[in-house]
C-alpha cells in the first residue's frame, strides 16, 4: 500500500517564476516614477522661468508709463536709454513739485549680468535691488544678449519696448536644453496732462 502525498507550499520553480514577474513590474513602476518625476521637474522649471520673466515686465512696465510726468509743464525728460538697450533711465514728476529729485521720480533699470535690477533714487550711492536672476536675453540661445529697452526714438522717446527672456537655472532633465521664456510689452509714456 502506497500512501499518497498531498502537496503543500510552492516549489522552487513557482516560487522563482513568482519573484521574476514581480521584478518586472516593480522595474516598470519604477521606470514610470522616474519619468515622471522628470516630467514634473521640468514643468516646474517652466513655471518658475514664466513667472520670472513676467514679474519682471508687471513691475518694469507701470514704470515706463510714468516716464516724462510733468504736471508743472517744467520740461522733465521722458527716458535716456542706454548700454545698447542693456538700461534704461526713466524721469517722472510724480508728486507735482516740478522736479525728479525724489523717491521713485528718477528709477534706472539695467539689465546686468544674468539679473534684471533697478534704483529708484538719482542718488548714485545707492545700491540696485534685484528684481530677478537667471535673465539672459538670449531668446535664440545662440549666446547673445538682444537688447532689453527699444525706446521709438533716440532724442524724445514716446513709447519703449521691454523684452525680457529668462532661462532655467539648469538643463531640463528630459532634453537636456535649458528652457527660455520671453515677454514683451510696449510702455506708451502718459507724457503731461
Do not use: H
Not at 170 to 178: I, L
Amino acid at each position: 500500500m502506497s500512501e499518497s502525498r498531498s502537496q503543500k507550499g510552492f516549489g522552487l520553480i513557482e516560487l522563482l517564476v513568482s519573484v521574476a514577474i514581480l521584478f518586472v513590474v516593480l522595474s516598470a513602476l519604477a521606470v514610470t516614477l522616474i519619468q515622471n518625476a522628470r516630467i514634473n521637474r521640468a514643468q516646474q522649471m517652466a513655471l518658475q522661468v514664466q513667472s520670472d520673466a513676467r514679474n519682471c515686465l508687471s513691475m518694469i512696465v507701470p514704470v515706463l508709463r510714468s516716464a516724462g510726468w510733468d504736471p508743472m509743464n517744467v520740461g522733465i525728460p521722458t527716458a535716456v536709454v542706454g548700454g545698447g538697450g542693456s538700461q534704461v533711465q526713466i524721469f517722472a514728476d510724480l508728486n507735482e513739485d516740478g522736479d525728479t529729485d525724489d523717491a521713485d521720480e528718477d528709477v534706472t533699470i539695467r539689465f546686468y549680468g544674468s539679473r534684471i535690477e533697478w534704483r529708484k533714487t538719482s542718488d548714485t550711492s545707492q545700491p540696485f535691488v534685484v528684481l530677478s536672476e537667471g535673465i539672459t536675453n538670449d531668446a535664440d540661445g545662440n549666446g547673445t544678449a538682444e537688447p532689453m529697452f527699444t525706446a521709438d526714438s533716440v532724442s524724445s522717446p514716446t513709447r519703449i519696448t521691454v523684452k525680457i527672456t529668462s532661462r532655467s537655472p539648469v538643463p531640463d532633465p528630459r532634453s537636456g536644453n535649458y528652457i527660455r521664456y520671453t515677454v514683451q510689452s510696449d510702455a506708451i509714456f502718459r507724457g503731461k496732462v
